[in-house]
């Protein structure tokens, strides 16, 4: 079982960085799986604002510099953007980071955990199910704008904060092992879904392979294109930031297309048991292609265009594998609230991978329309 950290002294914490406020209070936030995330309250002169502190999750991110090299990089980036074109709210447009009291971009407290601090964006949320096929459409303009944007970051190339995040055979491969070592003693309980991810073994270099043989680009991608990882405008519906940078690194497109498609399009959330009632929403899913072509059909190649559609299979595939895997291991990766949430999560994707194969010539048909018109 992933251990359950002692409450942080939220005040002691913020303290290390340059807040220039009082402290007022501060509470858990969102319902992402790796960091601890919390919202923290401050008086600034008169004015109440509100600020994102998170504990970063170093046993995930195994170094905090790099990962915070990359999330300067790239914040910098898109705030310079953002005021050279004069945009009225460029600071609620992009995370920023708020210093430390030395001026680094985060800060270690006395236990050695490493915490960073965001503005929290007003007036914006996630969601874990869409509502509206214009919450999907904006969700996928957001990511294809945040791609495009970070095609020009220009310097060397980012770190890899995670090696082969999305290499989905070595994923396969960390399974296999499991398995073998089958340290929590669960290997038995869950046969039909280790058959399961083998039967689809096939399918796992698709990606890989494009990339090695020059067929797809390495491009920075976000890599990690959940739906609640994007904040929508709570008046206009609009894709206003970007968050969860962690993973912003050397990808594929079809990582972040198929993501999304992964969290966006069922008809239910990532841990719902009620899988007969799965499937596909196709009205989802073009939202999805338009918005994301509408950004960036100028640029993908034709090998890329022709995968999006697969992509949302083999990433909906990788993320079960990964659920799988960290069941067998013990639930050391993933948060999880109840002890078979990471089987519950696993059994989910891969009812949706069943599902996005019986609707995939019809997603490829969509995909076609849009990158042949838009
Ligand atoms: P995790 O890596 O654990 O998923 P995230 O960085 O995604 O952590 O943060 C968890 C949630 O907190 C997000 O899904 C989002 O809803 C919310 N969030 C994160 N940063 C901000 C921010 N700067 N302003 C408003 N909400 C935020
Ligand atoms: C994690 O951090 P969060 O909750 O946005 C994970 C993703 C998985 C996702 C599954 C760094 O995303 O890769 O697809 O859970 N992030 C990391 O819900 O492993
Ligand atoms: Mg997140």
């Known amino acids: 079982m992933s251990s359950k950290p002692k409450p942080p002294n939220l005040r002691k914490i913020s303290a290390l960085f340059d807040m220039r406020a009082d402290f007022v209070h501060g509470f858990p936030y969102g319902s992402g799986h790796i ?20 504990r970063i999750n170093t046993h995930v991110f195994k170094d905090p510099h790099a990962l915070m090299e990359n999330i300067s990089r790239v914040t910098h980036h898109s705030l310079g953007r953002l005021l050279a074109e004069e945009n ?41 199910l869409i509502e509206t096929n214009e919450q999907a459409f904006q969700v996928a303009k957001a990511f294809g ?15 890899e904060t995670i090696p082969d995040f999305h290499h989905t055979p070595k994923r396969l491969d960390a399974l296999r ?25 096939g399918d796992c270099a698709r990606i890989t392979d494009l990339i090695a043989s020059g067929d797809i680009p390495e491009r920075v991608t976000h ?7 994007v904040l929508l405008d709570d008046v206009t519906a609009e894709g206003v930031c ?4 962690d993973t912003t690194m050397p990808g594929s497109s079809l ?37 994301y072509l509408g950004v960036t059909n100028s640029f993908l190649n034709a090998t890329e265009i022709a995968n999006l559609a697969f992509s949302g299979k083999l990433l909906t595939l990788e993320c079960g594998i990964r659920f799988l895997t960290d069941y067998l291991q013990g639930d050391t990766y993933f948060k999880i609230k109840h002890p078979t949430h990471n089987l519950d ?27 042949d018109t838009i």
């Open 145 to 159: 704008n945040f791609q495009k944007l970070a095609a020009d970051i220009g310097g060397e190339r980012l770190h």
């Open 345 to 371: 999560r696993c059994r989910n994707q891969f009812a949706f991978v069943q599902a996005i194969e019986r609707n995939l010539p019809e997603m490829e048909k969509i995909v076609k329309g849009y990158a």
């Open 88 to 128: 009225p709210e460029a600071y609620r447009r992009t995370l920023t980071c708020i210093p430390a009291n030395d001026g680094k971009s985060f800060a270690f407290d006395p236990q050695g955990n490493a915490w960073r601090t965001y503005p929290l964006i007003e007036r914006a949320r996630s969601y874990d």
């Open 242 to 245: 970007v968050v969860d940078l």
């Open 35 to 54: 960091n601890d995330t919390y919202c923290v309250s401050f008086d600034q002169a008169g004015q109440r604002i509100r600020y994102v502190l998170q």
């Open 177 to 201: 092992a499991a398995i073998e070592t089958d340290a929590s003693n669960r290997a038995s309980e869950v046969k039909d879904l280790i058959d399961f991810a083998l039967s689809r073994s």
């Open 223 to 229: 890599n990690d294109t959940k739906l609640n990882n």
């Open 255 to 291: 990582y972040d297309f198929g993501d999304m498609i992964r969290s966006g399009t069922p008809t239910m959330l990532e841990d719902d048991t009620a899988l007969s009632a799965l499937d596909v929403r196709l009205d989802r899913f073009d939202a999805f292609a338009r918005g």
